[in-house]
């Protein structure tokens, strides 16, 4: 059974910083695509960043580039997420999430774990 | 503002046929295939509807997807309480070089 569990969220300071993990279980991580996608209060689902099989290649939303960074360990079936820099408008629910290249979708997703930005 | 509308609320009796339309541009959804996904808040996101209208296993045949031009929607017939949740739809934009999702649609069950 496919299993994503994410874990690291907290309460943060603005400025501060964060990093996500997501253990992946019941599937070989290092031949998928993976994704973190975010969901803030009251607002709908936003993808953040996506990183290749081997992590040579890494893709990002235009509000967190040069802030976040995905990384990702396949000996350890393990997904990361560093947050650095942080926002308030960063605030939100991460999921991770395995991402299928040829469709463009995620068939796989966690039950999230929340980073709130706040004073 | 979401790269992607979608209406902000749909609602329908149990039974009802309900549709959620999403429409983008020639950059998103004119090129590129459509994905829908369920979600309640505090749980995991659910994978509806894949390249406009196929079903993962799993997924009821009372959900269905399509895609002309550049819009997209989904239809959810026999409708059911446990439907109520927020439905999004999702597609690459080759403008953005990047996954876009639609502003989501909170869908009621009266």
């Known amino acids: 059974e496919v299993q994503l569990v994410e874990s690291g969220g907290g309460l943060v300071q603005p400025g501060g910083s964060l990093r996500l993990s997501c253990a992946a279980s019941?599937?070989?991580?290092?031949?998928?695509?993976m994704s973190w996608v975010r969901r803030a209060p009251g607002k709908g689902l936003e993808w953040v960043a996506n990183i290749k099989l081997d992590g040579s290649e890494k893709y990002y939303v235009d509000s967190v580039k040069g802030r976040f960074t995905v990384s990702r360990d396949n000996a350890k079936n393990s997904l990361y997420l560093q947050m650095n820099s942080l926002r308030a408008e960063d605030t939100a629910v991460y999921y991770c999430?395995?991402?299928?290249?040829?469709?463009?979708?995620?068939?796989?997703w966690g039950q999230g774990t929340l980073v709130t930005v706040s004073s | 503002q979401s790269v992607l509308t979608q209406p902000p609320s749909a609602s329908g009796t149990p039974g009802q046929r309900v549709t959620i339309s999403c429409s983008g541009s020639?950059?998103?959804?004119?090129?590129?295939?459509v994905n829908w996904y369920q979600h309640l808040p505090g749980t995991a996101p659910k994978l509806l509807i894949y390249s406009n209208n196929q079903r993962p296993s799993g997924v009821p045949d009372r959900f269905s997807g399509s895609r002309s031009g550049t819009s997209a929607s989904l239809a959810i017939s026999g409708l059911q309480s446990e439907d109520e949740a927020d439905y999004y739809c999702a597609t690459w934009d080759d403008n953005l070089n990047g996954p876009v999702f639609g502003g989501g649609t909170k869908l009621t069950v009266l």
């Open positions: 020639s950059s998103n959804i004119g090129s590129n295939t």
């Open positions: 999430a395995r991402f299928m290249r040829g469709t463009g979708s995620w068939d796989y």
């Open positions: 019941g599937f070989s991580l290092s031949s998928y695509w």
